[in-house]
Structure formats: structure tokens, C-alpha cells
């Protein structure tokens, strides 16, 4: 009997094995009161595995990490994955939108981690779920790239 992957919950949705989704969790409200969100792209195989964190974009004017997730994502080799990819290819929306390094009020987001519950521009980092936080499932990883 093959074992089955377990689900990947975060912001509340679940991904089941050998499914993939893409979760838009919200970062924070713009003076406009449109909802800026982070999306997060989940591939979760059907056996169990190792789980891939992937990020870029954490200065939000440094743009070829997004490209080569972009590319990542299109891999026909998910198909047979085990384990987990979670990939977030924009971490910093304020600074991409802005063509910006940095946050609105000139902070890098870089030197933010894990956030503060109270600011906004942080709060992604919090984001928890009844099963599993954001941070938990970096720390559970096993691999994170480097900038």
C-alpha cells in the first residue's frame, strides 16, 4: 500500500495530495481599501517527501527570481513529485508595485523576519492556520535558496 501524502494548509486552505493550488494571502489593505495579497503557490505530491521553499523578490526591484519560479512551476517533473513545493514568487508586493527595494515606509523587508504581529507590512509572516503557520512550514523545509 502506497503511503499518501499529508495536506498543506495555509491561510486557512488546504491543498490535498496531488493537488496545487495558489493561495492569495493578504498582506494589507492600500489607502484605497484594495486588498493587496501575496500569492503563494502550492504543489503538493501524492506520496510523502521533503518540502521546497522557494522565494524571491524579498527586494521587491530584484525581479529573476520570479522568472525562474515562474519556470519552476511549469516543470512537467511536479507530476511524479513527493513531498511539497510551496513557492512564493513576489514576498515583497509593496516594494514590486513600487519598483523599490523596500517597504512604503523605506524598511528592508529583509531584515523583517519573522514580522511583528501589529504591522501590517509584516503580517504575512504571522499568517497562522488552525494546522500549520507560514513559519512552521519554512522551518520544516529543507531547503531555502538564497536571495
Known sequence: MMTKQSPIVIGEQEVAAGQRATIDL?????????????????????????????????????????????????????????GCVIAVPIVNVFGFINRSRYLPDRRDLNR?????????????????????????????SIYIPAR
Not at 112 to 140: A, T
Open 26 to 82: 493578504p498582506v494589507a489593505d492600500l489607502y484605497t481599501h484594495t486588498q493587496l495579497t501575496m500569492p503563494v503557490h502550492v504543489i503538493n505530491g501524492r506520496r510523502p517527501g521533503p518540502t521546497l521553499f522557494l522565494t524571491a523578490a524579498v527586494h521587491g526591484d530584484e525581479l529573476n527570481g520570479i522568472e525562474i519560479i515562474k519556470r519552476v512551476l511549469r516543470l512537467s517533473a511536479l507530476k511524479q513529485l513527493r
Open 112 to 140: 523583517s523576519f519573522p514580522g511583528e504581529k501589529r504591522d501590517p507590512s509584516q503580517r504575512v509572516w504571522r499568517i497562522s492556520s488552525p494546522k500549520k503557520s507560514l513559519p512552521r512550514l519554512i522551518s520544516e
